[in-house]
């Protein structure tokens, strides 16, 4: 228990003490709360500064900045893209056409090869041995065979002369004909054991580039081996494979029964290096209907060897070339209750809205059929805060506002304040 002190430990005395502790700690959180109360009012209740005067592109009253460029006449590419993978035009797995002992591999990992160039050797040694054979063989049944027509010639001699049986004749001239038999199938046993031979020396079935190695010197070969000795790819030249839906087939199938040549161009994955040039060669037979897009092949050089075999590109082909036309920046084509419009630049630094209609596009620009003439200035970056009459301003001579937009090409210029 707590002792007063007055000396007062009675229960009585300790109750009669808080109040006056409370009061102490009560008063300070009175003044806060009155001191946050006056500051929240007086924030509430105070009078606005005057703003400044906005200009520019979010003032109320001012000119907007833009940045416009100026219609061109020129051609105007009409090109489609897709997606392609390099395929060669031939890929062979070289496998030994007959059994026997690796001795010699006579190629590099990588190289370039012809077709005819050795390859790889297997022993030669058992196939020389069944040749040889063979070859006794024949010379054996060849004497044989020249014994028994020299017979057939005394025997029809003396069948003349009725000095033998018909029957005796007629079995000689029977033997004759068994060992013609047995010299064509002895002929025929030598050329397959000299065609085994030329087995052995194992050559290189087409031109390309040597992938890696499959086997090594010293194992056995066999015909039913699942990798062979070498893989050859043909490099020179290789083709790329590429779909297009098939709404741009009419486009394609027309060019090329009117006979014209369509270029190819392939791009890496990002689309930002050139890998090769070439030419469109044939369109497959049928379009696919689960994705709706069908297949053409294209061949490339390829004498830089930047195409490779299953190497995923992106490809562009030129179907037609638009001549003579005026285009413009795809950014300054608007949309909205005029239809497609642009917003033309007046010489008095107003805009006007004007409709336009438009042909075909290529990359960031886009021909117009109808509405504007080469020459004519429109806005291509902040259209979005302008309406038709709007003031504008313009970035200082020598800011590439006038540009003639490349073909087939249009970069956007930057915004530019006042």
């Given at each position: 228990?707590?002792?007063?002190?007055?000396?007062?430990?009675?229960?009585l005395g300790v109750y009669a003490r808080r109040p006056?502790?409370?009061?102490?700690?009560?008063?300070p959180l009175?003044?806060?709360?009155?001191?946050?109360?006056?500051?929240?009012?007086?924030?509430?209740?105070?009078?606005?500064?005057?703003q400044p005067a906005q200009r520019g592109r979010f003032g109320a009253g001012g000119p907007?900045?833009?940045?416009?460029?100026?219609?061109?006449?020129?051609?105007?590419?009409?090109?489609l893209n897709g997606l392609g993978t390099v395929a060669p035009l031939a890929t062979v797995t070289v496998r030994t056409q007959i059994a026997g002992q690796l001795i010699e591999i006579a190629y590099k990992e990588g190289q370039e090869v012809k077709t005819g160039d050795f390859l790889a050797q297997i022993d030669p040694r058992p196939y020389q041995r069944q040749l040889d054979q063979y070859q006794g063989q024949l010379q054996r049944d060849g004497a044989l065979l020249a014994e028994a027509r020299i017979n057939l010639e005394r025997y029809r001699t003396l069948v003349r002369q009725d000095s033998i049986a018909r029957q005796q004749l007629d079995t000689q001239e029977s033997l004759v004909k068994q060992y013609e038999g047995v010299v064509e199938t002895d002929k025929?046993?030598?050329?397959?054991?000299?065609?085994?031979?030329?087995?052995?020396?194992?050559?290189a079935p087409i031109s390309g580039r040597v992938g890696l190695r499959q086997v090594d010197p010293g194992n056995y070969a066999q015909t039913n081996d699942t990798n062979g000795i070498v893989v050859i790819t043909q490099m020179h030249p290789i083709s790329v494979i590429f779909t297009l839906p098939e709404d741009n087939l009419p486009a394609v199938m027309k060019r090329l029964a009117a006979g014209a040549s369509l270029p190819v161009?392939?791009?890496?994955?990002?689309?930002?290096?050139?890998l090769g040039q070439g030419m469109l060669t044939t369109v497959d037979n049928q379009i696919d209907t689960s994705t709706g897009t069908v297949k053409l092949r294209a061949v490339f050089d390829n004498a830089d060897n930047l195409l490779f075999p299953n190497q995923f590109v992106n490809v562009r082909l030129l179907v037609d070339t638009l001549t003579d036309q005026v285009s413009i920046p795809a950014a300054?084509?608007?949309?909205?209750?005029?239809?497609?419009?642009?917003?033309?630049?007046?010489?008095?630094?107003?805009?006007?809205?004007?409709?336009?209609?438009l042909g075909?596009?290529?990359?960031?620009?886009?021909s117009v059929s109808d509405g504007l003439d080469a020459g004519d200035q429109v806005v291509v970056d902040g259209a979005d805060k302008l309406k038709d009459g709007a003031q504008i301003t313009l970035p200082a001579e020598g800011g590439g506002t006038d540009r003639k937009p490349a073909e087939g090409e249009h970069r956007h210029q930057k915004k530019q304040q006042p």
């Amino acid at each position: 228990m707590n002792m007063d002190p007055t000396g007062d430990k009675s229960p009585l005395g300790v109750y009669a003490r808080r109040p006056s502790r409370w009061r102490r700690r009560l008063v300070p959180l009175l003044f806060a709360l009155l001191a946050v109360a006056a500051g929240t009012a007086w924030f509430m209740l105070r009078p606005e500064a005057p703003q400044p005067a906005q200009r520019g592109r979010f003032g109320a009253g001012g000119p907007t900045p833009v940045v416009a460029t100026k219609a061109a006449r020129g051609n105007i590419p009409i090109a489609l893209n897709g997606l392609g993978t390099v395929a060669p035009l031939a890929t062979v797995t070289v496998r030994t056409q007959i059994a026997g002992q690796l001795i010699e591999i006579a190629y590099k990992e990588g190289q370039e090869v012809k077709t005819g160039d050795f390859l790889a050797q297997i022993d030669p040694r058992p196939y020389q041995r069944q040749l040889d054979q063979y070859q006794g063989q024949l010379q054996r049944d060849g004497a044989l065979l020249a014994e028994a027509r020299i017979n057939l010639e005394r025997y029809r001699t003396l069948v003349r002369q009725d000095s033998i049986a018909r029957q005796q004749l007629d079995t000689q001239e029977s033997l004759v004909k068994q060992y013609e038999g047995v010299v064509e199938t002895d002929k025929a046993m030598v050329d397959t054991a000299k065609l085994n031979l030329t087995y052995c020396h194992i050559v290189a079935p087409i031109s390309g580039r040597v992938g890696l190695r499959q086997v090594d010197p010293g194992n056995y070969a066999q015909t039913n081996d699942t990798n062979g000795i070498v893989v050859i790819t043909q490099m020179h030249p290789i083709s790329v494979i590429f779909t297009l839906p098939e709404d741009n087939l009419p486009a394609v199938m027309k060019r090329l029964a009117a006979g014209a040549s369509l270029p190819v161009t392939a791009f890496d994955r990002s689309h930002s290096t050139r890998l090769g040039q070439g030419m469109l060669t044939t369109v497959d037979n049928q379009i696919d209907t689960s994705t709706g897009t069908v297949k053409l092949r294209a061949v490339f050089d390829n004498a830089d060897n930047l195409l490779f075999p299953n190497q995923f590109v992106n490809v562009r082909l030129l179907v037609d070339t638009l001549t003579d036309q005026v285009s413009i920046p795809a950014a300054a084509v608007q949309r909205g209750a005029p239809g497609t419009f642009v917003y033309l630049v007046k010489p008095d630094n107003t805009v006007a809205v004007k409709p336009v209609t438009l042909g075909p596009g290529s990359g960031d620009s886009v021909s117009v059929s109808d509405g504007l003439d080469a020459g004519d200035q429109v806005v291509v970056d902040g259209a979005d805060k302008l309406k038709d009459g709007a003031q504008i301003t313009l970035p200082a001579e020598g800011g590439g506002t006038d540009r003639k937009p490349a073909e087939g090409e249009h970069r956007h210029q930057k915004k530019q304040q006042p």
